[in-house]
Each structure stands twice: as C-alpha cells, then as structure tokens.
C-alpha cells in the first residue's frame, strides 16, 4: 500500500492558493484594476485619519517649482527666503500652533517634495509648527523634504487624491514662481472657485512681474474665455509680509506686523 499523506501535505494547495489569502494581506489583489476603486477610499482614509489625529481644521497650500535652491542665483535664494518666511509668518499667526485653540488652523500644506514647497514647510518648522507634505509617486522619485512633519508626511500614487486632500481643508493658495506642476494646482483651485465646486478663498501669486512675464490673464478675459469678474480671483503679493495680509484681510485676521526687517526674513 502507498504510504498515507500526511495532514499538513494533505491540503498544502489549499494553503497556498491565492484565494485563501486575506484579502486585506493580498497585495495582488488588491492591486489589481477592479480594485481601483478600493486604492483610491485607502489613499483618502489614511490621510485624512492622519490629519484629524493631528487637529487639523484648515490649511494654507503653497506651491512652488521644486527646482529652486536656497543657494542658487539671487532671484532663486530671494525665492526660497520667501517662502521660508511666510511659512513662518503663516504657522505663526495663522492658529497652526494650536496654542490654546482645540482645532489647528491654516497649517502649511505643500507638495512634500524640495525647493519652494521646501522652504515653506522649513518656514513652519522654524519656530516648531506642523506642516503637511503631500507627496506623489513619480517615475523619477520625488522624496520628502525633512521639513515636513513626519506624521503628516504622505505619499500618493493618485494625483486626484492628492489634489482632494489638498483642497479639501484649504483656506488660501499661495503661489511662488513654478513651471507645470505648479501650473496644474493653481488652474485646478481656479477652476473649483469659478464653478462653484469649492468655496472661494484667496489666491496668492508670488512675484507680480514673473506671473505677469509668463501668463497673460487680462488677455483671457479679454478674448472672451474667462469672464472679467473671474480676475479677481487672483492677487498679486511681492513680501511674505504683503501675502500673509492679503490672506488675513480676506479672512478676517488681524494683519501681521513683523518686527524682522524684511531683508533678514527667513534666515537663521
């Protein structure tokens, strides 16, 4: 006679099916397309269970090019300082302390990767606030900064998650000097004012003769593709100190004065 299987042997297909994996452990899947669906609830849940953890009410999206360096050619440093101090002045006076408060308000939120969004989470950590990082998977690795706090540091694989979390609690948009990716976050903000999908609230350019340089957006309502009520949409802002104030007087805060004089904003 043969000899008998032993038990374990006995089902040991059944064990290593595929099928018989926990779902929730079965990394194929759940990256499988039909559970598209399943990754994008995941990629919203995590985030935004993070965010509440932390007390996070509302926040302040700054985007920026990330190919500017604190070090590079003087336009670039003069960038970078920037947005170095109006992270600062923002977590500062804005309620991202917490300090006192049950709920934080307008914490900075950029797009986790370097250069502008860099130095605006460098800003809030100067003095020991919490920022946002909401990074996004590239083909060409994009890493955090290691100024975003890392508890609130995500990372994405779906730009219209990412796009979500980052407009969702926004309270202003404040935008320094970028090329596409940054583009692609200030028309998807104005597109969600002007149809109504978002609430309005303050849009921010940095650096009126850059934006004035490489958009013309009198010649958008002048050709008729936007009406001329939408250009107000936008504000200009040449001083960290002159974005914060337009912030605060569109949202009733009391306008900052900084005893720093601007030329030693954000070093240190």
Do not use: C
């Not at 006995?10 to 990754?39: C, I, K, T």
């Not at 976050?185 to 999908?197: D, R, S, Y």
């Not at 350019?205 to 939408?230: S, T």
């Not at 001083?239 to 805060?253: D, H, K, L, M, Y």
């Amino acid at each position: 006679m043969p000899p008998s299987i032993p038990l374990l042997a006995a089902n040991a297909e059944q064990l290593a099916s595929p099928s018989y994996r926990l779902p929730a452990l079965d990394q194929d899947f759940l990256l499988a397309d039909e559970q598209r669906g399943v990754r994008f609830m995941l990629e919203y849940a995590k985030a935004e269970q993070a965010l509440r953890r932390w007390s996070v009410k509302s926040t302040i999206v700054v985007f920026g090019s990330t190919r500017v360096r604190e070090n590079d050619n003087p336009r670039h440093a003069a960038w970078y300082a920037a947005a170095r101090a109006f992270g600062r002045i923002a977590s500062q006076h804005g309620g991202a302390l917490n300090l006192g408060a049950r709920e934080r308000e307008n914490v900075i939120a950029t797009g986790g990767g370097p250069g502008l969004m860099e130095a605006a989470n460098r800003g809030a950590a100067d003095i020991g606030a919490p920022s946002i990082g909401f990074n996004i998977r590239l083909p060409h690795e994009q890493e955090p900064n290691p100024y975003s706090t890392p508890e609130l540091t995500f990372l994405f694989h779906y730009f219209a998650m990412r796009k979500m979390h980052l407009a969702m609690r926004a309270n202003a948009l404040v935008v320094f000097p970028g090329g596409f990716g940054t583009f692609d976050e200030l028309f998807e903000i104005l597109a969600l004012v002007q149809t109504g999908k978002m609430r309005r609230v303050p849009v921010v350019l940095f650096d009126e003769d850059y934006w004035r340089a490489v958009v013309n957006f009198e010649a958008l309502a002048d050709g008729g593709m936007i009406a001329e009520a939408d250009l107000a949409l936008l504000q200009f802002a040449d001083t960290p100190q002159q974005v914060w104030e337009r912030i605060a007087n569109a949202s009733g805060i009391a306008p900052y004065r900084d005893p720093v004089a601007p030329g030693e904003m954000g070093e240190g």
